[in-house]
């Protein structure tokens, strides 16, 4: 994008050439003339081969930030704003080494046109500027872009550079430091959540960040001290199919800091491997080997309601020393109709970590005869005189020998008279209470062998 000097600008221009004397880049570029940014010294002089022919003072390009620095993957081209100084006219940025269309809006501030191709997958991308303006060619960062897996942001970012074989890059941030020994860049960050890693082998992962080194470095080793940890003791990193502990790694109880040493050959992970790389702090999940404890009823006695057996309900559960619960599969199921006579249940369970328990218990369901043998124990359990209760009673076993020799209909008469020798004595020899109760259990058994 061109920039033109006003007319008048020329004369000065005419001026001046007349005298030798050299203008100053940021005069040419409409702005104050700012000392170089390079500290420790001034280096070599630079050229400006646009828009006129300069060399003065190094007035090198350097880029300080980029807006957003983050998006989530598998979203829409966006414009990536790149903030800096010193840029000229032919400034362009990069993205992880290939240029991107490029608008230059000032000398401090460039916008670029991202493809929604470049952020289709999570990674930490590489931006830099390259300004031809200059003689040598000038250039900028580099700079992470963020592209994470989920809607997690970028909370704070850093990044540092070393020029020198023994020099040091040291990146920080409040809750983390990174100090890189050797040539190059090394970033860090922070993420307001998960950015896209799942999150299993950690009980309350408490902080997400990103250590990225960049392409070119030649760092021999990096320490990375991470500080506020939440209650976490440990920092596993993400190798793209699972969560592996960082090694070698130390905890410091004192501080309440874990402190890293990666380099290029033994550590977990190697300092090739931080293109983008997401570290978790949390505690590690315990080894579980223990199987779930089982809580079953105890074995179980009912009165058969129907020629089919009896609706049992049950409650069945299981607790876990890591899981807590888990959910408890059994055999009959719970509400089942069970048969007349004795059924096992079977019960298991299996907690998050493939460890099963089983067990069982026993629904024994009384049908017709053994009911009626429990009616006439509670009959004589009543305390009525020995007249009224032989009386009463005769029928029962009448019943109940009908029911051993298989004869339902002579069994079901002898419950209907059973009945009204109750039903007669309501009130005299029996209280209402006690003849609706001795009522409302021959009628159960009558339920049971179906009589009419």
């Known amino acids: 994008m061109a920039r033109f000097l006003p007319p008048w600008t020329f004369g000065i221009l005419g001026f001046v050439a007349l005298l030798g004397v050299a203008l100053p880049l940021s005069f040419l ?34 880029i300080s930030s980029v ?20 840029f000229s006219t032919q400034a362009a940025v990069y993205w992880n080494g290939s240029s991107l269309a490029t608008t230059v809006l000032s000398s401090v501030l460039l916008q670029a046109d991202v493809p929604a191709a470049n952020i289709i997958v999570s990674t930490t991308a590489q931006i830099t500027v390259v300004d031809a303006g200059y003689a040598p060619t000038g250039s900028a960062g580099p700079l992470p872009f963020y592209v994470t897996q989920t809607t997690a942001t970028v909370t704070a970012s850093t990044s540092a550079t070393s020029t020198s074989p023994t020099g040091t890059a ?39 960040i990103d250590v990225s080194v960049a392409p070119g470095s030649r760092f021999t080793t990096l320490t990375i001290v991470v500080c506020s940890l939440g209650g976490g003791t440990a920092v596993s990193w993400y190798n793209g199919t699972a969560w592996v502990p960082v090694s070698p790694q130390s905890y410091d109880p004192i501080r309440l800091c874990v402190t890293m040493v990666l380099d290029q050959t033994g550590s977990s992970p190697l300092i090739s491997q931080l293109t983008g790389t997401i570290f978790a702090v949390g505690k590690p999940t315990p080894q579980d ?39 408890v599969s059994c055999s009959p199921a719970t509400g089942s109709t069970f048969a007349i006579g004795m059924t096992t249940v079977n019960c298991s369970t ?13 629904v024994t369901v009384l049908g017709a005869s053994q009911q009626t043998s429990n009616l006439i124990t509670t009959l004589k359990g009543m305390g009525l005189d020995a007249g009224t209760t032989s009386a009463v009673i005769a029928s029962l076993q009448a019943a109940l020998s009908s029911l051993s020799s298989g004869n339902i209909t002579a069994a079901c008469g002898q419950l209907n008279a059973f009945d009204q020798q109750v039903s007669a004595q309501s009130g005299k020899k029996l209280t209402a209470s006690q003849a609706d109760t001795l009522t409302q259990l021959a009628d159960r058994i009558r339920a049971v062998n179906g009589c009419s």
């Open 289 to 327: 080997t223990t199987p779930p404890t089982l809580h079953l009823p105890a074995n179980m006695t009912v009165n058969a309601t129907s020629p089919s057996g009896a609706v049992v309900p049950y409650t069945a559960t299981a607790t876990d020393l890591v899981d807590g619960t888990d959910a």
């Open 170 to 208: 040291r990146a920080t941030l409040s809750s983390v430091n990174a100090t890189a020994v050797g040539i190059g860049t090394v970033s860090v960050a922070t993420y307001s959540a998960d950015p896209g890693a799942p999150t299993s082998g950690f009980s309350a992962a408490t902080a997400y």
């Open 67 to 86: 807006n957003p620095n983050s998006m989530q993957a598998g979203g829409a081209a966006f414009t990536l704003s790149v903030n800096g100084q010193y």
């Open 350 to 362: 299996t907690d998050n970590h493939s460890n099963t328990a089983t067990g069982s218990f026993t």
């Open 29 to 62: 570029q409409g702005q104050t003339p700012q000392p170089s940014p390079t500290p420790g010294g001034t280096p070599p002089p630079a050229c400006l081969a646009t828009p006129t022919p300069y060399c003065g003072p190094a007035l090198l390009p350097s």
